[in-house]
């Protein structure tokens, strides 16, 4: 659910913005907002809670600017902008440092672990992952809507550029695990 959680703002944003995209941007906002209120009352330091922030940071701007122009031409292209938005966000933490999902990961993983350099790396790919889903979909999105693609054009870039990166999310550090233990020396086990 940690993963899943996250988008849970971008979600709400979507199936609202089809009826009005400055409904969405507020209703994004006002979830991440919740979101991130919860998890710092429970103790989640702001360094776990990037892709909050940025969610949030990213509704603020949005909103600001459906509500200050309801007619403004960005409404046509909040598809391919929240994409590139989000695929900043990862690219951008991984550039900082601190991927987004490590954040996530720690509260899923017991603390003894959280300074081993395969505990970041393996953070490290799965945010590049989430990175390259993210970009996949916003130059998907992007071309598809200058060449007018048909919608399935759009929903197909949806679901591999989000269950890929999905997919390796819950495959690779299993993985990843598995094969630090067998390089473990059997006294160290």
């Given at each position: 659910m940690g993963y899943v959680r996250g988008f849970i703002p971008w979600i709400v944003a979507g199936v609202i913005s089809s009826f009005d995209w400055r409904w969405g941007a507020v209703g994004g906002l006002v979830t991440g907002l919740l979101l991130l209120l919860q998890d710092r009352r429970r103790g989640v330091g702001l360094d776990a809670l990037i892709l909050e922030i940025a969610t949030v940071a990213y509704f603020v701007v949005i909103g600001a600017v459906a509500v200050a122009?309801?007619?403004?031409?960005?409404?046509?292209?909040?598809?391919?902008?929240?994409?590139?938005?989000?695929?900043?966000?990862?690219?951008?933490?991984?550039?900082?440092?601190r991927p987004f999902t490590l954040g996530i990961a720690k509260r899923q993983t017991p603390r003894e672990?959280?300074?081993?350099?395969?505990?970041?790396?393996?953070?490290?790919?799965?945010?590049?992952?989430?990175?390259?889903?993210?970009?996949f979909i916003g130059v998907s999105l992007a071309i598809s809507n200058a060449v007018d693609a048909p919608a399935w054009v759009g929903i197909a870039a949806h679901v591999a550029g989000l269950v890929g990166p999905a997919v390796f999310t819950k495959v690779y550090p299993a993985r990843a695990q598995a094969r630090l233990l067998a390089q473990a020396p059997a006294n160290a086990v």
């Open positions: 122009d309801p007619g403004s031409g960005l409404a046509d292209h909040t598809d391919v902008i929240s994409f590139a938005w989000l695929a900043a966000t990862a690219w951008g933490s991984l550039v900082i440092a672990y959280w300074d081993m350099p395969e505990f970041i790396q393996v953070n490290n790919y799965i945010t590049s992952a989430w990175g390259a889903g993210f970009t």
